[in-house]
């Protein structure tokens, strides 16, 4: 008999997709997006900030919250106790990426009659990754199909690894994870960006990500800047780019005046730990790679900022 889930995270619904069991979906988080159909599943989650405006703005908004020790999501209890669900997936990795376990678990307790068993997930590093996915399939009672999954997205990743180890140059990146305040990509990225063929400049495996200032990007000086922002898609992300080259210390990047700062969709490839890591991953191979990878990325998860650079420049002079 199928199981009735729920899941509160973008990722794990794509976990649950790729497993063969999107059918048994329910209800949804008001980010998950993928497949586009999860769209007509009733959201039962919504944040208690305005999500428009500059990243600036949004920070602000979300520092707000944070600092009054409650959580940056509601969820709609009542609406969930009606789904009946007998599995909700969420996460704990990131306490401004979904809701809170503790109000998660308040809600199963009083409010859902079905008492649903909760698979919260923690993907700090890529071996995290795989953990969580064998965990929603346990959960969902394919195990056997979890690991075949797993299997398949490891050895697509692994074929790009061993590629990327016959480069003779490996470029120091630097990933912009937030524009304004400035911070790195940490987690799964930098495992990433090496098994693509390049260095990390500030983001450690396994760990948060660094908040930066401007004067940390000067003096790194990285080869390639990747701008993809949590939660922006490609058109977002290309939009609040103003605010980088605008900046008086803009013109002063390697990168800029080699023509290499590529704009990333954060929000479907970057920022999610789930089946799509591979298409991540292909895109920082054939970013940093060109001549050695192609898998025909640009224009849909990346594109390249070579004519706001110039423009940068101009307005920093």
């Known amino acids: 008999m199928p199981l009735r889930v729920v899941s509160l995270i973008a990722s794990s619904t794509e976990m649950i997709c790729a497993l063969g069991c999107g059918e048994w979906l329910v209800g949804r988080s008001h980010e998950c997006d993928w497949p586009s159909w999860v769209q007509r599943l009733p959201a039962i ?13 949004i920070d602000q908004r979300v520092r707000a919250i944070v600092e009054q020790g409650v959580s940056v999501y509601r969820v709609d209890a009542a609406a969930l106790a009606a789904l009946e669900p007998d599995v909700i997936v969420t996460q704990v990795q990131c306490e401004v990426c979904a809701v809170s376990l503790r109000d998660l678990e308040e809600a199963a307790c009083t409010l859902i009659p079905s008492r649903p068993r909760i698979v919260a997930l923690e993907p700090n590093a890529l071996a995290d990754l795989w953990r969580d996915l064998d965990r929603v399939a346990d959960a969902l009672g394919v195990a056997e199909r979890g690991q075949a999954v797993a299997h398949s997205l490891r050895q697509r990743m692994r074929e790009i690894a061993v590629r990327a180890e016959a480069v003779s140059r490996r470029p120091r990146v630097a990933m912009i994870e937030w524009i304004d305040p400035l911070m790195a990509a940490g987690n799964w990225h930098p495992e990433l960006i090496a098994m693509a063929g390049g260095e990390d400049v500030f983001g450690r495996p396994g760990e948060h990500a660094p908040w930066l200032v401007w004067e940390d990007l000067v003096g790194a000086d990285p080869d390639v800047v990747v701008v993809a922002p949590c939660g922006f898609d490609l058109t977002r992300t ?4 103003e605010a980088l080259v605008t900046h008086p210390s803009w013109s002063r990047l390697r990168a800029v005046h080699e023509g290499r700062v590529l704009l990333a969709d954060g929000n479907a490839y970057f920022n999610r730990p789930g089946p799509r890591v591979v298409e991540c991953l292909e895109t920082l191979a054939e970013v940093l790679h060109p001549d050695l990878f192609h898998f025909g990325h640009e224009g849909r998860a990346w594109e390249r900022l070579v004519a706001r650079a110039v423009a940068g420049e101009s307005g920093a002079s």
């Open 45 to 57: 989650t919504s944040p208690k900030f305005e999500a428009d405006g500059t990243s600036y703005q």
């Open 238 to 241: 290309r939009r609040e780019s």
